[in-house]
């Protein structure tokens, strides 16, 4: 095929011929090039076709293509030294090209023409004027061009004496139908249209080369290693018979005689009108398919544009991986594989047959059915009736249910539904008794059809296993929160971004704290994609690392950004850390470029933002982070969010931060309904591209009624004092149930702080809230670890019988020391 460059192309050589590039045997027929526009001229015009009609380019454009390319007469009846298969022959009709040409013609077609063309010189440059004209025995194909350009025609021609211009008879010409899913060229086509092209946009190139692949790639088949186009194989045999009815019309015209009404006329009009059909009927089906990219709209999709024009009943089968939206082996389908009927599209009366074939149903195949075999072989697979024993033989895959009345009788196409060469599932398709059978052209338009929904379903299954990765690892990366902290309520929203970026950087988090505080942290690396949430989830460990060693927030921040440094610079982060005290009714707060949290007061309903220091966003460096006091009352909700909820593009942030303030200080009935307003309330504006995390905490506080505190002496006389205040504190509260464990733990933990305290004395703290609290402090900072203790040691048994009798227990460093704590569960009222 020549590239439309001005080089000379290499000699054709004949089929004969044995060449470097191919075994002896192997020919190669260079192609002409030419297209015509919607008036009829000349829009490009290739070296290939200056060199075999022998016009110089600029000459060629924008002449009619029907005066550069005269028919000057029919060839012979047939040709001795093309042969061809099953006794058919050549007899290309010299006035069709004209017609295709003339734009006549509305689909592919093909022949053999002798056209009379300025004589040629062996080089391939065009004689000087005045020299003899030669005539020139051409093949041709013509396939009609769609669309919003102006290219109506792209014609291929080739020198049919190149065929055998040695000498040596060629072994055989076979005219078939190769669709472009097999068609060995079709990526090189694909790749090399453009460079034949070389005139046109890429657009106008792809859109050629999308057409002429749609109809499917013709071949003909000259040697058994190479090929080149030929004609679809709907016209080509019945050249000869139509030529001899013109002839014979001619003859009775020119004696006077009435000229015969042929049925053969009408039977070519019909042929030429199924195949308009055909095409239109795919090329309508191409519009209707692929709309979504959602997996079950396009089953749907496909299933009812075959229903009811080109089938009365389309049932379709997926792959069970398929369906999940998940990854399969690779390899052919087997009797093992699970096929699930994902949808039934039918013209019977409705409900008919929802019983017998429901939706939903998974089953395999035994390797006798006529799917076992379209899914084996990737090939359609044609029943032109479906007989009672067959019908017997697919009704026993239907437990208890009789799918005989259904089926037998009718006419059954059964086509794969593949992409890259691997089945994803298949259509069965079934016709009324009293409409026409399935025939050898339903069966290519049927797999045609086919290729193109099993392109479309695997771009949407792709799409659908992509978006189950990315919200699995978003799902993975995002924690689970406890709705309820001591003396605080949380509730949290994320919403991913666009349909492109479903994995991002922002995050929320809650972390338990000593002294029954809760630590509250969102954050946002800025960016999207896989790299974001890898950054992201590296940060959120190490927030949660640092919180449990109790950093204070500035210190927290700090740390941060120098881990953040030590990733890399590629990307930043924005923070906002908070710790809530609920006993000392406080937040200490501190900032690295986030935006600032939201807080509405309980008293009146009031919201503000809170003043902060911004802060350098993480990853900076080099910057100090300043910690914030503020004092809160019970019932005060604190709300932070990431900017992707505040930010529209081409509007001011300030706008959406009082967007926020408003929604925040909305009456809700609960948590989840408050921060469901806040998401209406910003997402009404729209725009929002970015993804979203909101974490919102009512800040309810621990009564003084509900806290218990005493201090000993470095004493052991003071552990007996220990177990007796909490025993006597449990009783008060109602807690007796509590008494005997919790004074045992109390024992153990405060006969160690006496031990290994220095000067201050031992503190000890118990809190009632949604658990029983204990903690002990003292001002050794050595923590204690868990240690396996034998019979004989004396040292180790304190934390073990913690470890054993508390719901949780853990040791955190203090300002003066350590604190020792554990907890136990509320006995039911």
Request: net charge negative; proline share 7%.
């Amino acid at each position: 095929m020549d590239r439309g460059t001005e080089r000379d192309a290499p000699p054709s050589r004949g089929a004969g011929s044995g060449t470097a590039d191919g075994p002896a045997g192997a020919g190669r027929v260079p192609l002409a090039v030419v297209v015509v526009d919607r008036d009829g001229l000349v829009s490009h015009w290739s070296s290939g076709a200056r060199r075999l009609f022998g016009v110089p380019k600029d000459e060629a454009i924008g002449q009619a293509a029907i005066d550069l390319l005269p028919v000057s007469g029919a060839l012979p009846e047939a040709d001795e030294d093309l042969p061809y298969e099953d006794g058919a022959a050549w007899n290309g009709i010299g006035p069709e090209l004209g017609t295709s040409l003339d734009g006549g013609l509305g689909y592919p077609a093909a022949g053999r023409a002798r056209l009379t063309v300025p004589g040629r010189s062996g080089t391939g440059v065009p004689p000087a004027p005045g020299r003899e004209r030669d005539r020139v025995d051409v093949l041709w194909w013509a396939y009609p061009l769609v669309g919003p350009g102006r290219e109506r025609l792209l014609v291929l021609a080739a020198d049919a004496q190149a065929l055998h211009r040695d000498g040596t008879p060629v072994e055989r010409i076979a005219p078939g139908f190769a669709l472009h899913t097999d068609f060995p060229g079709f990526e090189e086509l694909a790749r090399r249209l453009p460079d034949i092209l070389p005139s046109m946009s890429v657009g106008e190139s792809a859109r050629i080369v999308a057409q002429v692949l749609e109809l499917g790639y013709p071949i003909l088949e000259f040697t058994q290693n190479d090929r080149v186009p030929v004609t679809p194989d709907w016209g080509v045999a019945r050249r000869v018979e139509r030529r001899a009815r013109r002839e014979r019309a001619a003859r009775a015209a020119a004696e006077g005689r009435p000229v015969p009404q042929d049925p053969g006329d009408e039977g070519e009009d019909l042929e030429h009108a199924a195949v308009r059909e055909r095409l239109e009927f795919l090329n309508e089906v191409s519009g209707r398919i692929g709309t979504s990219l959602d997996l079950s709209r396009t089953v749907v999709e496909v299933s009812r544009a075959v229903v009811p024009r080109f089938t009365d009943v389309a049932g379709t089968y997926l792959r069970e991986q398929v369906v999940a939206g998940e990854g399969f082996p690779e390899g052919v389908p087997d009797t093992t594989t699970v096929w699930h009927r994902v949808a039934v599209e039918h013209t019977d009366e409705p409900g008919r047959w929802d019983d017998v074939v429901p939706v939903g149903e998974a089953m395999p195949f035994p390797a006798h059915t006529p799917f076992f075999q379209c899914m084996t072989t990737g090939e359609p697979v044609l029943v032109p009736r479906i007989s009672e024993q067959m019908g017997h033989a697919i009704a026993s895959q239907f437990e208890k249910r009789d799918i005989r009345p259904l089926i037998t009788g009718r006419s059954m196409l059964v086509v794969p539904l593949k992409a890259r060469n691997v089945v994803l599932g298949f259509m069965i398709l079934l016709r009324h008794p009293e409409r026409a059978e399935f025939n050898d052209m339903d069966r290519v338009t049927g797999a045609e059809l086919a290729a193109r929904a099993g392109l479309v379903l695997d771009n949407a299954r792709m799409y659908t296993y992509q978006e189950s990765v990315a919200e699995t690892l978003q799902d993975s990366m995002l924690p689970r929160i406890p709705p309820r902290t001591a003396g605080c309520d949380i509730a949290t929203r994320y919403l991913p971004g666009t349909l492109l970026g479903r994995v991002g950087g922002d995050w929320f988090d809650s972390v338990k704290l000593p002294g029954a505080r809760t630590a509250l942290v969102v954050g946002d690396v800025m960016g999207h994609g896989l790299n974001s949430a890898a950054m992201m989830g590296q940060l959120r460990t190490a927030v949660q690392t640092m919180a449990a060693l109790d950093l204070p927030p500035a210190q927290l921040l700090r740390n941060l950004d120098d881990l953040a440094q030590r990733l890399g610079d590629t990307y930043l982060a924005t923070c906002l850390y908070a710790v809530y005290d609920p006993i000392a009714g406080e937040l200490l707060l501190a900032n690295a470029g986030h935006i600032p949290p939201v807080l509405v007061r309980a008293a009146d309903g009031r919201s503000e933002l809170l003043d902060l220091p911004t802060g350098a966003p993480i990853g900076v460096g080099g910057v100090p982070f300043e910690a914030v006091r503020v004092r809160v009352e019970p019932g005060d909700r604190l709300v932070m969010c990431t900017d992707g909820l505040v930010e529209v593009r081409g509007e001011d942030i300030g706008v959406g931060l009082a967007t926020l303030c408003e929604s925040a200080a909305h009456p809700a009935a609960s948590m989840d309904d408050a921060c469901d307003t806040i998401i209406r309330s910003l997402g009404a504006r729209g725009g929002r591209k970015d993804d979203v995390a909101l974490l919102m905490a009512r800040l309810g506080g621990i009564a003084p009624d509900d806290v218990a505190e005493w201090t000993f002496p470095l004493d052991a006389v003071q552990v007996g004092r220990a177990r007796a205040v909490v025993r006597e504190r449990l009783h008060a509260w109602g807690l007796s149930e509590l008494a005997h464990p919790a004074e045992l733990m109390v024992s153990e933990l405060v006969t160690n702080a006496v031990r290994h305290s220095r000067a201050r004395p031992v503190a000890l703290r118990l809190v009632r809230g949604d658990t029983l609290l204990c903690e002990v402090d003292d001002d050794d900072h050595e923590l204690p670890t868990l240690l396996s203790a034998g019979p004989g040691d004396e040292s180790g048994r304190g934390l073990r019988v913690v470890s054993t009798l508390a719901r949780a227990w853990g040791t955190s460093r203090t300002g003066g020391g350590k604190s020792v704590w554990f907890e136990l569960t509320l006995p039911r009222r």
